[in-house]
């Protein structure tokens, strides 16, 4: 049984196949009971319906597959020749919940106790303005914000997954942004879907929950490192995602949206298209830039230092994050799997080989929970690797941290068998089938790497670059890396009053979208340095 299944009905699997079969037809009518539904014909009292003869599956375990097949043929002309009173009535087939629990005690019976609106195979989801129906066939995944359905669309031929959000005013709110500021997306900076941001295609109200209609997507970047058994991705494959989450990026900077939950989880791999082309999906907690609501934000794992120590923060946090999935996808591990807040800095720290800048520390809202100010001027442990920068802060021992928390907190395992950024890349094993003759540019490809990753999970936001800066980076564009990427200054933005309008009465109605205009920065290139960092760099070959 696959992760997640058991949850998926009361007991019983809602099979993709079963789903696929009725949907490839696109018609109730010609709908072939599975196999799996049958037992062996036993004369029914009187009048009798499928219902009552059905209860899923035992001739499966009875007899073996061709067999099965030749019995399920016409089966329903065979039930009524053995009995004329049978009548098939649709209607009376058990549903498969997808929905759990499924039992409605909320919104007259729709909804279970978690506000979900109880969906089953089959269930259909009208949009009532457009009379556009959509089948529900599987379920896709579940989130805090509701249920992502698979659902069939006859009219198109094609599958869609509905996000179908929880029947509760904070989260019906926050959808309605999510919906706008992908429309905006969409419409105003995507228009020919070229930017690897997920199309959103309807949305509606129905049974009083908003569903979000968008294009079908596969499998998440988390699964993709599983199915490879949390081994790295090669580096060619690395650039070429790392390259399409940046066209994503710049775009979303250029409208002044931060993503706030960036992660593998939420990046999609397109089934339609080859070579593989990955979609950034759920923007159900974004926000505008300058609009900062929630400090409370970001996955752990992908946490930035400036939302984990609240300060202000910008679209540079989903740099932060972009950065930890990348490296994620060469290590096939988070690199900063913190167990706790307090773990995740720890982490930081060690691994980069410093701390935020005492700028940030100064201003940032819960800096004293993480560190001491010693008022004095203190020398980081790591000087070689940070140019002797010194600092008025020293972050809190477990122990300080437990005194002034009243909580020990929870320190998570280390995965890698080095600490420095610099080592866990040069020392990750090499793939199996890598050619001696390719070691040497695999080699040179993983400092690349390195010089890129330093750019990303930089604790300094200002300093952190830019989607576009990064965009230049020789990992990137493939280019030979000579010496570390300088990226040069962009001209700062001139200011745009981003306005988000949410229609809040969706149903087919009137988009209202921000009025922006994407600003063209400057393109960069690598000045040579011979700093203390490159030497380093080149140490490793
Ligand atoms: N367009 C899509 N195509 C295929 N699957 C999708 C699509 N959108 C979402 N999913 C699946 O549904 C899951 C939940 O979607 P999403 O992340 O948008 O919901 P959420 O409620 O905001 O989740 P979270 O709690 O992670 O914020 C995803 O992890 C993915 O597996």
């Given at each position: 049984m696959e992760e997640g299944e058991s949850s998926r009905?009361?007991?019983s699997r809602a099979g993709e196949s079963d789903g696929a079969t009725s949907a490839d037809s696109g018609s109730s009518s010609s709908w072939k009971p599975s196999a799996k539904a049958?037992?062996?014909?036993?004369?029914?009292?009187?009048s009798s319906t499928w219902a009552t003869l059905v209860k899923p599956g035992t001739l499966r375990v009875i007899v073996g597959k061709p067999l099965v097949a030749r019995v399920t043929k016409d089966i329903l002309e065979t039930f009524q020749i053995c009995n004329p009173n049978f009548k098939y009535s649709e209607a009376l087939n058990p549903k498969r919940f997808l929905t759990n629990p499924s039992v409605g005690v909320l919104n007259d019976g729709h909804d279970n106790a978690n506000s979900d609106l109880i969906l089953h195979v089959n269930f259909v989801l009208v949009n009532m303005e457009s009379k556009q129906r959509y089948i529900v066939k599987d379920i896709l995944g579940h989130g805090t914000f509701g249920q992502v359905a698979k659902c069939w669309v006859s009219e198109t031929n094609s599958y869609v997954a509905v996000k179908i959000i929880k029947n509760e005013p904070a989260y019906y709110q926050q959808a309605l942004?999510?919906?706008?500021?992908?429309?905006?997306?969409?419409?105003?900076?995507?228009?020919d879907d070229k930017h690897h941001i997920v199309r959103i295609l309807d949305y509606f109200v129905y049974q009083r929950h908003l569903c979000i209609a968008f294009e079908m997507l596969g499998s998440n970047l988390y699964?993709?490192?599983?199915m490879n058994n949390y081994k790295g991705l090669s580096l060619n494959i690395v650039q070429m995602f790392s390259k399409q989450i940046l066209h994503a990026l710049i775009v979303m900077k250029d409208a002044g949206i931060i993503h706030c939950d960036l992660k593998p989880e939420n990046i999609l791999?397109?089934?339609?298209v080859k070579p593989p082309e990955i979609k950034i999906i759920d923007f159900g907690s974004a926000c505008m830039e300058g609009r900062t609501i929630y400090s409370y934000i970001q996955s752990r794992y992908y946490r930035s230092p400036e939302v984990l120590l609240g300060y202000p923060y910008t679209t540079a946090i989903d740099m932060w994050s972009f950065g930890c999935i990348v490296a994620e996808l060469f290590l096939g591990l988070p690199l900063f799997p913190g167990a706790s807040e307090y773990d995740l800095l720890k982490r930081m720290i060690e691994i980069l080989g410093g701390q935020p800048p005492d700028d940030l520390l100064r201003d940032a809202k819960n800096t004293s929970k993480f560190f001491k100010h010693i008022g004095s001027i203190y020398r980081l442990e790591d000087?070689?690797?940070?140019?002797?920068?010194?600092?008025?802060?020293?972050?809190l021992t477990e122990e300080e941290y437990e005194a002034r928390e009243s909580k020990r907190p929870k320190?998570?395992?280390?995965?890698?068998?080095?600490v420095k950024l610099e080592d866990i890349i040069a020392n990750y094993p090499y793939r199996k089938n890598l050619p001696e003759e390719e070691i040497s540019k695999e080699n040179l490809t993983r400092l690349a790497l390195v010089d890129f990753l330093r750019g990303l999970v930089e604790f300094d936001p200002g300093k952190r670059w830019s989607p576009l800066q990064a965009?230049?980076?020789p990992f990137v564009t493939g280019e030979p890396f000579t010496c570390p990427y300088k990226p040069l200054l962009e001209t700062p933005r001139i200011p745009v009053i981003h306005t988000v309008t949410v229609d809040h009465n969706p149903g087919g109605g009137h988009w209202l979208a921000a009025g922006l205009s994407p600003q063209v920065s400057n393109s960069s290139r690598c000045l040579p340095q011979h700093g203390a960092h490159f030497q380093k760099l080149w140490k490793l070959r």
């Open positions: 009905v009361d007991g049958f037992r062996p014909y036993v004369p029914p009292p009187q942004v999510e919906v706008s500021m992908l429309h905006m997306l969409n419409q105003k900076f995507d228009p699964e993709l490192i599983k791999i397109s089934t339609r000087d070689e690797a940070h140019n002797g920068v010194t600092s008025a802060y020293r972050v320190m998570g395992k280390r995965y890698f068998n080095f965009s230049h980076h």
